[in-house]
C-alpha cells in the first residue's frame, strides 16, 4: 500500500499510523492542510475491510475538512482520524484510551470530535488522555436547545439560513408557502424541518424509519412520501439530509426543484454533476459550505466566545453562499467548483 503515491494523497502533510498491542487498536490520523491552523476534524470508527480502504478513507475526508473549515472562515486546517473496527461489536474503553494517547502524541496538530461510531462518552475518554479532544462539553447554545455536545442543532440551523438564502436568490421569495421536499428527518433533517415550518414553509419528508415521520406530520404539518418517491415531486427544494452520493445522473433527471439545500455530506456523486444541475437550472448550495453549523460549533465550544457570537457566525453561511451564487453567475462555472475555488484562495 503506497502513501505518497495514493491517488487521494493530494499533498498531505502528515498521516500517521498507530498500533497498540494491548488494547488492539489500528487507526489514522491525516492532517491535510494547517495553513489556518491546527486540523479539526472528527474521529470515526468504521468496519473497514482492508487498510486500504480506511486510508482512502481518511484522506478524502481531510482533505474535505480543509475546504469546510476555510470556507466557515475558521482558524483550523483540516485532518480527520480512523479507527478500523466495528463499533458494535469491537469498540473498548481501553481502545478509546489508546486513541486518545495517539491524538495526544501529534502535540495538537490534530484535534478530535465526534464522527459516525464515536459517541460523546467515547470521546471524554479520549479526553482522559489528552487536551486536543472538542466537542466533549458544550458552553454555548443555539436557539436555547439544551447543549450536551452534540452539534446537530448548529448544524440544522446554519441549513436552515442557508436555504433561506438560496431561496430568495432561486425565487425572489422568502419561505412562506415555498414547497421543500426533506429526505432524511435524523438529528439535522427534523430540527430542519421545525426551523421551515415556523417559516411558512410546505412541507414533503420522508426517512426510512417511521418515528420522526409521524413527529413532523403532526407538529409540522409535513406530508409523508415514500423514500422512493421525494426525487419526484412537484416541489420548490430538495433539502437531503439523509446520506451521500445521492445526486446521480438518474436522480437529477427526476428532480423538478428550483434549489438543492441540505445537511447530507457529499450529495454529489461526482464532481461534474454540479454543472449538470447549473445546465438544468438548479441553484445547488455546495455541502460543505451550508452544513458548516456543526463545525462551527465545535469550534467555539473550544474557544472563549457566547451563544450570539455561535449564532452570529453560522449565519454567515449566508454570506459565504451569496459570494458563491454571485461568482458562479459571473463566471458561469458551477457552484461547487467556485465553492473548492474560494476555499483553495482562503487555504493555499
Ligand atoms: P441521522 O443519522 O441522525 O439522520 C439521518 C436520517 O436519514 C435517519 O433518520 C435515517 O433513517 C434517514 N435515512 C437513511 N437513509 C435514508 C433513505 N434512503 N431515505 C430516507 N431517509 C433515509 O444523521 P444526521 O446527524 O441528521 O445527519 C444527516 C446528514 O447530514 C448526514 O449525511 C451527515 O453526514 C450530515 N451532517 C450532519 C452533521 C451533524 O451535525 N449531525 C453535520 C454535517 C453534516
Not at 488494547?23 to 468496519?47: D, E, F, Q, T, Y
Not at 466495528?86 to 486513541?99: D, F, Y
Not at 490534530?110 to 488522555?129: C, F, H, R, W
Request: proline share 3%; with cysteine.
Amino acid at each position: 500500500m503506497s502513501v505518497f503515491e495514493h491517488s487521494e494523497f493530494d499533498g498531505h502533510e502528515h498521516v500517521a499510523f498507530y498500533q497498540d498491542a494491548s488494547s488492539g487498536l489500528k487507526a489514522i490520523i491525516a492532517v491535510h492542510n494547517s495553513n489556518l491552523g491546527n486540523a479539526l476534524g472528527g474521529c470515526r470508527m468504521w468496519p473497514y475491510a482492508t487498510d486500504e480502504e480506511a486510508l482512502r478513507d481518511v484522506l478524502r475526508l481531510s482533505k474535505g475538512m480543509t475546504y469546510k473549515a476555510a470556507m466557515a472562515g475558521l482558524n483550523q486546517g483540516g485532518g480527520k482520524a480512523v479507527i478500523i473496527g466495528n463499533p458494535r461489536t469491537e469498540k473498548t474503553p481501553e481502545k478509546m484510551v489508546a486513541m486518545g494517547n495517539f491524538i495526544d502524541s501529534l502535540s495538537g496538530k490534530y484535534i478530535s470530535a465526534e464522527d459516525s461510531g464515536l459517541t460523546v462518552d467515547d470521546l471524554k475518554l479520549m479526553g482522559n488522555q489528552t487536551r486536543h479532544v472538542s466537542g466533549i462539553q458544550a458552553k454555548y447554545h443555539i436557539n436555547s436547545e439544551p447543549a450536551d455536545g452534540n452539534p446537530a442543532p448548529s448544524t440544522a440551523y446554519g441549513v436552515y439560513v442557508g436555504l433561506k438564502t438560496t431561496v430568495a436568490k432561486a425565487m425572489n421569495s422568502d419561505l412562506n408557502g415555498v414547497k421543500v421536499a426533506i429526505q432524511g428527518l435524523g438529528h439535522v433533517g427534523l430540527r430542519l424541518a421545525k426551523h421551515l415550518h415556523s417559516q411558512g414553509a410546505c412541507l414533503y419528508v420522508t426517512d426510512i424509519h417511521t418515528e420522526n415521520i409521524e413527529k413532523a406530520v403532526n407538529e409540522y404539518s409535513a406530508i409523508a412520501v415514500s423514500p422512493e418517491d421525494i426525487f419526484d415531486l412537484d416541489v420548490d427544494v430538495f433539502a437531503p439530509c439523509a446520506m451521500g452520493a445521492i445526486l446521480d445522473e438518474k436522480n437529477i433527471a427526476r428532480l423538478k426543484v428550483k434549489a438543492i439545500a441540505g445537511a447530507a455530506n457529499n450529495q454529489l456523486a461526482k464532481e461534474e454533476f454540479g454543472q449538470l444541475l447549473a445546465d438544468k437550472g438548479i441553484l445547488y448550495a455546495p455541502d460543505y459550505v451550508i452544513n458548516a453549523g456543526g463545525i462551527i460549533d465545535i469550534y467555539h465550544q473550544s474557544i472563549s466566545s457566547s451563544d450570539s457570537q455561535m449564532r452570529e457566525h453560522i449565519e454567515k453561511i449566508s454570506d459565504t453562499l451569496l459570494e458563491i451564487y454571485s461568482r458562479a453567475q459571473s463566471q458561469g462555472i458551477a457552484t461547487n467548483i467556485v465553492a473548492n475555488q474560494i476555499a483553495e484562495e482562503r487555504f493555499g
